[in-house]
């Protein structure tokens, strides 16, 4: 059986502990052994990490240390998949440039807070996106500086009332990644753990992307 670990804790809006609980039995339901972890000394020994086949980061803002950093990172770059979504990977660890590179973005604004836009499939042959149909959701819409070594599974069209200079701009939405030989997948969407419930779309991808992740 596959173990993941969820770890999870920073800022509270996001709904951490909720996200953990709700992800951790829908891994056990595709075959998982799920660990979860409400403190970052988790990253403290990379013995540990390494036995995991996937690691799934909720842990929105906030810092880790130097060795945690090397930990999570040497771990993906040996073959433990990542995978997660939001902020809680995608605004985790902000003076973390080694975790940015592995995430493959960091989020810098969400215009207008939160809003309705439309996820664009954009490679819908994928197994991760496969069968879905581009699909409207109600959330924050993530402007994020990105890799361009990421393989773009779906992105968004950013229409702003607060920051129109943005209009018509194309950003990325889902995307997978090799980091070394761990595989990495990130959503921007889940703002809140009932985005999941309303929008069958976005909760089949995000598990499709976490089971590609995984070693």
Sequence with gaps: MKRAL??????????????A??????LAGRGFSPELSDSLSCLDDRKFLDAFDLIVPLWTMGSISERQELNLVGAVQAGVGLGGFHGGMGDAFRGSIGYQWMVGGQFVAHP???????????????????????????????????DPLNEVLASTVFISKSAPWIDGITVPVVWKKLHGAGRVFYSALGHELGEFMDVPEQLELTLRGLLWAAR
């Design 21 to 26: 609980d709700f992800f951790a039995g829908k």
């Design 6 to 19: 969820l770890f999870f804790g920073g800022w509270a809006g996001h709904q951490p502990r909720e996200c």
């Design 112 to 146: 207008d807070n939160r809003k309705e836009y439309m996820v664009n499939l954009v490679k819908p042959a994928d197994p991760i996106v496969a069968g879905l149909a581009d699909f409207r959701v109600r959330s924050e819409q993530y402007y994020m500086l990105v």
